[in-house]
């Protein structure tokens, strides 16, 4: 049913009314004078006055004291239509904004001014959050110096902030930020770990997004990079549709990583793999071999002879050497073969992915061939050999650890074949190894228990066929493993530094009998005595030989010190040192197995020698082989134009016995004369004959 207009005015009154009086919004409504001439409940009830007090005050009543205002600032109400903020005080004196929307309007003819009054104290305090957290991210991000990414998964855009690009070199918005450009710059090695990630993450599969890579700078270096993400926003399926993260350069923090990582399996000295990583690549290789159906080849290197160099040369040198082998180890295997150090002069190469054990072989040949040239440190040369040992898995060892130890056996039996060769392993060289297990065990406190005496080896006066010394040679008998000959258990005794002990036992027992025999049959009666290497760096060597003298009362020319060439190996001061005072003493030096070792005619020349001893292996062949014969016959006439005497070792034959006066050798000794013999049996002989002209009778 149409409304006529006064039904129309009646209802339109009741919905204004309604309106007003409903209304979530102050309506006030003040004459130009400001007071007030309506006001809705709403209004009253913001303000906590009651419509008649309202009615009775003026807009000026509700302002806040002035001094309130120095935390906010009003906004004047003079144009119409203006929104202004302004703080109001309620009636009982608590104040908050409000924000005006002021509007002029003409009621009969006067002019009124209505306004629409909001509490806005709670937006203000949310956007001052807002605005104070905002700064503070910033602030954060500024000092943590990490970049920012802000991703719309659901428009695919991407926003960078400044950081994210200077940190890697690049101006800002150099390159467009996009999921493409990210992924672009992550270096090749790390690019699918990277996007797994990020996937899973999205995915919902992993819940954290927390990754390092390495970046792309603009100068195509790289930094690596962590970064972190976490979804901020879904949509009402719960996919996500914004993902914000950081950038952090974690490059130098890596690299402290890299160093301590490195410094933990890596040889300081020659930058191999250490033990530590040698071994876990070795059980790797185990391993893989097993899984394949393949063989690994483990090669256990020991350089010959190492300990006299640095002994004798000093640390220094020592080190320059394994530097310089380690270099020469790495050039003949493969990129992805093994060279490590497990330490000491002890190297492991790691040969994996073999079908067949002979093709190890050449790759040993090589090895060696790798040590022929010479080493030249601080301008001198040294020649330096290695003993290999092989062992194969599966073939030899069910792991790698018995792997190690069986190769560590063939390395073993490499030396005892005359060093500078390899050997592989077999099933017998483990006993070996348990003999030198053993010998060291029962070596242990052998000299307090009385376990070595001392025999001794006449030596012959080639010219009159008579005694004129001897060589004092230790023998050593053990309840459990008997009778241990030198050259078994002197090698361990100097790896042990039980040596050291020994040769004073040595000089005191063999010169304490000297003065015996000088006394009861001959006082011009010589005695020799082996030193070795490791002696000479015992300081004390000096003061216990001058002791051991004084306390025999014997005079220092009777005694003569043999050592071999690998004490010299080269002009060392300490050793040229040793070597002197040791002849200012008035003793004589004698050097002992030449013809084995390098045989250096120039050791002779550079060192006080008195005396040549040619080894036994010459004599050997002297009268079989033409070569050795002139060699010998070389040797002595040089000796004797250097003033050295020479004494021949190991006479067993008449004929090399009658050979070697001919070319006219001072003294031998040998089986042929006697063997070395006990205390009791050398006092016989001495006391029975001076001579030995019943062989030329013979
Ligand atoms: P070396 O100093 O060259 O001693 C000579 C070796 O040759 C001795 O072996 C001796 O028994 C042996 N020999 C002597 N004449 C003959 C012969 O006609 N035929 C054969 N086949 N052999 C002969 P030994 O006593 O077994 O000593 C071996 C090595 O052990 C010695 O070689 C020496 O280097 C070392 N040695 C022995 N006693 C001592 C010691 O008190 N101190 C040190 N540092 N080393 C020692
Ligand atoms: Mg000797
Ligand atoms: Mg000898």
């Known amino acids: 049913?149409?409304?006529?207009?006064?039904?129309?005015?009646?209802?339109?009154?009741?919905?204004?009314?309604?309106?007003?009086?409903?209304?979530?919004?102050?309506?006030?409504?003040?004459?130009?004078?400001?007071?007030?001439?309506?006001?809705n409940p709403y209004f009253c009830q913001m303000m906590g006055y009651s419509e008649s007090e309202l009615l009775s005050m003026s807009v000026f009543e509700i302002k806040a004291p002035a001094q309130e205002y120095s935390s906010f600032e009003p906004t004047n109400i003079t144009n119409e239509d203006s929104v202004v903020q302004e703080l109001l005080q309620r009636k009982d004196r608590t104040t908050f904004i409000a924000e005006f929307a002021s509007r002029n309007i003409s009621v009969a003819d006067s002019t009124y001014v209505m306004r629409i009054v909001q509490d806005i104290s709670k937006r203000i305090a949310i956007e001052q959050t807002l605005v104070n957290n905002e700064q503070r991210n910033s602030m954060v991000m500024k000092i943590a110096n990490d970049g920012v990414w802000d991703w719309h998964l659901d428009t695919g855009l991407v926003e960078f902030d400044e950081r994210y690009y200077t940190m890697a070199g690049y101006q800002k918005d150099e390159f467009p930020p996009t999921f493409e450009e990210w992924q672009k710059r992550i270096h090749k090695d790390d690019i699918t770990h990277a996007t797994n990630c990020f996937k899973s993450y999205i995915a919902g599969t992993t819940s954290n997004f927390d990754i390092e890579f390495r970046f792309l700078c603009k100068d195509s270096s790289y930094i690596w990079i962590r970064g972190k993400g976490k979804i901020v926003c879904r949509d009402t399926n719960g996919d996500p549709i914004r993902f914000i993260g950081t950038h952090s350069d974690i490059t130098v923090q890596k690299e402290h990583e890299e160093k301590i990582l490195h410094q933990a399996h890596f040889d300081s000295l020659t930058f191999l793999p250490n033990r530590f990583l040698s071994l876990d690549r070795l059980s790797i290789a185990c391993e893989e071999a097993k899984r394949?159906?393949?063989?690994?080849?483990?090669?256990?290197?020991?350089?010959?002879?190492?300990?006299?160099?640095?002994?004798?040369?000093?640390?220094?040198?020592?080190?320059?050497?394994?530097?310089?082998?380690?270099?020469?180890?790495?050039?003949?295997?493969?990129?992805?073969?093994t060279v490590g150090r497990l330490g000491g002069d002890e190297f492991i190469i790691i040969l994996g992915g073999l079908k067949a054990t002979k093709e190890v072989q050449p790759i040993v040949e090589n090895l060696l061939n790798q040590f022929r040239d010479m080493f030249v440190i601080n301008s001198r040369e040294l020649l330096l050999t290695t003993s290999i040992g092989i062992a194969f898995f599966p073939n030899d060892a069910n792991d790698s650890s018995e792997l190690l130890r069986n190769a560590d056996s063939a390395m073993y039996a490499a030396k005892e074949c005359g060093r500078n060769t390899y050997s592989y392993y077999t099933s017998q060289m483990n006993e070996c190894a348990q003999r030198r297990l053993s010998i060291e065990e029962q070596l242990h406190g052998a000299l307090t228990r009385n376990e070595f005496h001392i025999h001794y080896q006449p030596k012959i006066d080639l010219i009159n066929s008579?005694?004129?010394?001897?060589?004092?040679?230790?023998?050593?008998?053990?309840?459990?493993?008997?009778?241990?000959?030198?050259?078994?258990?002197?090698?361990?005794?100097e790896q042990t530094g039980a040596i050291i002990n020994l040769g004073q036992f040595v000089l005191k027992e063999a010169l304490a009998q000297t003065a015996i025999w000088q006394k009861s049959f001959n006082e011009d009666f010589q005695i020799a005595i082996n030193l070795s290497p490791r002696q000479f760096r015992d300081f004390q060597l000096i003061n216990v030989i001058k002791d051991s003298l004084t306390q025999a009362n014997v005079h220092p020319s009777a005694l003569e010190l043999e050592i071999t060439e690998g004490v010299l190996l080269s002009g060392h001061d300490h050793v040229?040192?040793?070597?002197?005072?040791?002849?200012?003493?008035?003793?004589?030096?004698?050097m002992d197995d030449f013809g084995t070792g390098y045989s250096s005619l120039s050791y002779l020349r550079t060192y006080p020698f008195d005396v040549l001893k040619i080894d036994r292996s010459f004599i050997n062949e002297m009268t079989t082989s033409m070569k050795d014969k002139s060699l010998i016959n070389a040797v002595i006439s040089m000796s004797h134009a250097l003033g050295l005497k020479v004494v021949a070792e190991g006479i067993e034959t008449q004929q090399q016995h009658e050979l070697l006066r001919i070319l006219g050798c001072d003294f031998g000794q040998g089986y042929l004369f006697s063997k070395p013999l006990p205390v009791d049996d050398m006092t016989k002989l001495l006391s029975n004959s001076f001579d030995f002209t019943h062989i030329f009778d013979t």
Request: aromatic share 6%; charged share 20%.
């Open 576 to 590: 040229k040192k040793v070597l002197t005072s040791i002849t200012d003493m008035g003793l004589k030096m004698a």
């Open 466 to 493: 008579k005694i004129m010394g001897a060589e004092a040679l230790l023998r050593w008998t053990n309840p459990i493993l008997g009778n241990v000959p030198p050259d078994e258990f002197i090698s361990v005794a």
């Open 292 to 337: 394949n159906g393949e063989l690994v080849a483990l090669l256990f290197l020991d350089l010959d002879d190492f300990k006299k160099v640095n002994d004798t040369l000093g640390h220094d040198v020592g080190d320059q050497l394994l530097i310089d082998a380690a270099n020469r180890l790495r050039h003949v295997v493969r990129n992805i073969d």
């Open 1 to 39: 049913m149409p409304l006529d207009n006064s039904n129309v005015s009646v209802q339109c009154k009741v919905f204004f009314q309604c309106l007003v009086n409903e209304s979530s919004q102050g309506i006030s409504v003040a004459d130009l004078n400001g007071k007030y001439v309506f006001v």
